[in-house]
Every structure is written in C-alpha cells, then in structure tokens.
C-alpha cells in the first residue's frame, strides 16, 4: 500500500540518523523505484528477493542484474517466510546469495530456526547448517554480507 509506504519513509526521515550507521531497508519489487525516488540518498533500499540466475525463463522473479538497473544495491535473501512459505531450501538461498554477490550487490542474508525448531531445542543446528550452505557462496565477499 502506497500510504503505508509513505509513512514509512516520513518516520525514517524525521529523525537524524548516524552518518556512521548504514540503514536499509527492504520494500517489494513493485514499489522499488518508487521508494528509491522519494527517499533521502542516506537511506539505503533492498529488494526483497532475487534469482539465483541472470537469464531464463523464471516468470515472475527478478534477477540481480535488474536490481542493480534501477540503481539498488542491496538484496534480502533467506527470510523465514521464503523457507517456510515458498520451501526455500539452504543450498538455493545459498546459490542466489552468491549469485547476487557475483553481480555487485550486497546480500541481508536471513538465518534462523522456526517456532518449532527453537522449541526443540534445534537453534544451534539449524543456524549452523544454514551459515554452512552460505560459506562457499560467500567466499571473500563477506564484507557485502549482513546476517540477519
């Protein structure tokens, strides 16, 4: 909702922010350019989700490179409702985390058990597999990397 999205940018701009902190913020595709043309250059806009490919037939996702088109630079990857909704499994956020990185963005790589899995005592196990699918993806671009 465009009002919803208008309030958000209104709170974030009232209040002075910390040149030394660097503060993104996620939108949905659709509302990207939008958001992009009304938000102070200070803030920082991510997509919500990309492609782990540049090319092919994927209707409806959106690669890293037109992320990067309308002048983003920063992509979340991984939130619980892509794991959990969508069955995003760990070796494919960890493939569209390094292909995201391979084309220039920086990646908010979501981590984190479901209500279930913390309930059982499985935290630890879950996070570890899932920074374990990341590693190799990463490589030595860490420095593009936010765990989240």
């Known amino acids: ?3 919803l999205i208008n309030d958000m940018v209104n709170i974030l701009t009232k209040g002075p922010i910390d040149p030394s902190v660097e503060v ?3 939108f949905p595709a659709i509302y990207l350019d939008y958001v992009k043309s009304i938000i102070p250059k200070t803030i920082k806009i991510a997509a919500q989700n990309c492609w782990k490919v540049s090319k092919g037939a994927f209707t409806g996702e959106i690669a890293p490179a037109m992320i990067k088109d309308i002048g983003l630079g920063w992509v979340i990857l991984g939130h619980s409702e892509r794991r959990t909704i969508f069955n995003e499994k760990d070796d ?3 493939d569209k985390v390094g ?3 391979e084309v220039g963005l920086k990646v908010i790589a979501c981590i984190g058990e479901t209500l279930e899995e913390r309930e059982s ?3 630890e ?5 899932q920074i374990k699918a990341l590693v190799p993806k990463i490589g030595d671009k860490w420095d593009n ?3 989240a």
């Open 99 to 101: 292909h995201a990185l």
């Open 92 to 94: 494919l956020i960890a």
């Open 121 to 123: 005592g499985k935290t």
């Open 125 to 129: 196990e879950v996070v570890f597999r």
């Open 145 to 147: 990397v936010v765990l």
């Open 1 to 3: 909702d465009i009002n």
């Open 24 to 26: 993104v913020i996620g």
